[in-house]
């Protein structure tokens, strides 16, 4: 469900209201008090009002074959005393978030899930609750390692950021920008276009059409504007193509993403996380989606945050979650 202080709740009664043929695939994992209170939300209605969704409460999971049609499926993932007030970072949203992605994760991992849609979560109230990694994607990569019994060094896993016409993968996710300066390396960036070539291979894709951003200004003019692309990301290039991956660049970043819109490429490796997100961002916030590559299940979001001025005013849109699980369920499909 996200943090429950957001829209997260909200958008999930949402989308069971927008498209119930669809939700009857979904689980929610979450606290069932916050959920029923955001169904009134979602509809408009004042808490005095009968709620305009109905609800079942599971005890395990394996009981969701017996939920009612029309009825949101509702798990209870964490342990909050009570709903907890909107708009407010504090510890008890942020503890609860991190219980339903402990949850959901597990699901997947043993099995019991085909695919984890999240909602958005907040990472101030994540470090609140003593949670010390920066996101979703950190957090699902320690948890799948540790199941496998693996250290995360051995399971690397990218973030890629979708919306209507364009697909962007990143070379390195939640980290200061001189972190990621830093991280624009041959190894990255090869890695990055392997997991990228073996995503798009599960999804049926046999040669997908990769990009490469550089990180300077024109990808930097022979040198002149910097020697990242001489020196780290051409060699990378090169090793890829020799691996029979079909990838171009470095391309000059002001314009690759446009060429990519356009149908030059299938998807377009991102140097840093701005670089990447802000174009998708800038063409389809509302339908973007946020897919982690590398995850031995599979894992989507919507592409956006919290919302925390939306929350409780039942204004809030389930499309880009929307698009999420459509995305989940497509790509949980092919596995």
């Known amino acids: 469900m996200g943090d429950p202080a957001g829209i997260g709740p909200e958008i999930i009664a949402q989308a069971f209201c927008e498209r119930p043929g669809l939700m009857r695939q979904v689980v929610v994992a979450g606290d069932v008090t916050t959920l029923r209170r955001a169904m009134w939300w979602a509809a408009g209605s004042s808490l005095q009002s009968v709620p305009p969704l109905m609800w079942a409460e599971l005890s395990e999971l ?10 949101v499926a509702i798990i209870q993932a964490c342990s909050l005393k009570q709903p ?14 991190a219980d339903c992605i402990r949850f959901a994760a597990q699901a997947a991992l043993s099995g019991q899930a085909r695919a984890v849609v999240t909602a958005p979560i907040h990472k101030e109230a994540l470090a609140a609750a003593g949670v010390t990694f920066p996101g979703h994607t950190e957090m699902l990569q320690s948890l799948a390692a540790t199941h496998q019994g693996i250290d995360v060094a051995e399971l690397p896993v990218r973030m890629m950021l979708s919306c209507p016409g364009l697909r962007t993968v990143l070379v390195s996710i939640h ?3 001189q972190q990621a300066l830093n991280a624009v390396s041959k190894a990255q960036v090869l890695q990055t276009l392997r997991i990228t070539q073996a995503y798009f291979q599960l999804c049926g894709m046999a040669h997908p059409r990769i990009a490469v951003a550089g990180l300077n200004p024109h990808a930097g003019e022979g040198g002149l504007f910097g020697r990242e692309e001489i020196e780290e990301i051409v060699p990378a290039v090169a090793q890829a193509v020799a691996e029979g991956i079909d990838c171009t660049g470095p391309h000059a970043p002001d314009t690759v993403f446009m060429r990519a819109r356009q149908g030059a490429f299938d998807v377009v490796v991102a140097m840093y996380h701005d670089q990447g997100l802000i174009p998708v961002k800038l063409l389809g916030l509302e339908h973007g989606v946020n897919t982690t590559l590398g995850l031995p299940f599979v894992r989507t979001s919507p592409d956006h945050g919290t919302a925390f001025d939306l929350a409780g005013t039942g204004r809030a849109s389930a499309a880009s979650l929307l698009a999420a699980l ?8 092919c596995l």
């Open 62 to 71: 394996r009981d969701f074959s017996q939920v009612p049609p029309g009825c």
């Open 84 to 97: 907890v007030e909107l708009g407010r970072i504090s510890a008890d949203a942020g503890e609860a978030a």
């Open 175 to 177: 980290v200061s920008l």
């Open 326 to 333: 459509d995305a989940a369920i497509s790509t949980s499909k």
